[in-house]
C-alpha cells in the first residue's frame, strides 16, 4: 500500500491549493481516509476524513473552507484549502491508518 501527496506549495493570505492523495495497493474508496497536517513545533492535527460512504467530517479550524473528496476511478483522494490563512502552513498527509501514511506536501501562507 502506497499514499504519496501532491499539490503543495506558497500561497499567499487567502490564497487557495488543491492536495491531491494518490493511493495505490488498495480500494481506497472501501476504507476512511484522512488528511493530517503538522506545523513545525506542533502536535499533528486531523483536517478531514472521507468514510467509504462518502460521508465528510473537518476540524473545526478548516470547516468551510477546506474540502475532502475522492475520485474512485482515480483512487485518488483530494483536499481542496481555499481561504487560507497562515496558520494553515504545515506538511499536510493523507493516512490510511498508522501504518500507511504518505510523505506528506507542504503548505506554507504568508
Known amino acids: 500500500v502506497q499514499l504519496v501527496e501532491s499539490g503543495g506549495d506558497s500561497v499567499e493570505d487567502g490564497g487557495s491549493l488543491t492536495l491531491s492523495c494518490l493511493i495505490s495497493?488498495?480500494?481506497?474508496?472501501?476504507?476512511?481516509i484522512g488528511w493530517f497536517r503538522q506545523a513545525p513545533g506542533k502536535t499533528r492535527e486531523g483536517v478531514a476524513i472521507?468514510?467509504?460512504?462518502?460521508?465528510?467530517v473537518y476540524a473545526d479550524s478548516v470547516k468551510g473552507r477546506f474540502t475532502i473528496s475522492r475520485d474512485s476511478a482515480k483512487n485518488t483522494v483530494y483536499l481542496q484549502l481555499n481561504s487560507l490563512k497562515t496558520e494553515d502552513t504545515a506538511m499536510y498527509y493523507c493516512?490510511?491508518?498508522?501504518?500507511?501514511r504518505g510523505q506528506g506536501t507542504q503548505v506554507t501562507v504568508s
Open positions: 493516512q490510511k491508518d498508522v501504518l500507511h
Open positions: 495497493g488498495l480500494t481506497s474508496s472501501r476504507y476512511c
Open positions: 472521507i468514510r467509504p460512504t462518502g460521508t465528510t
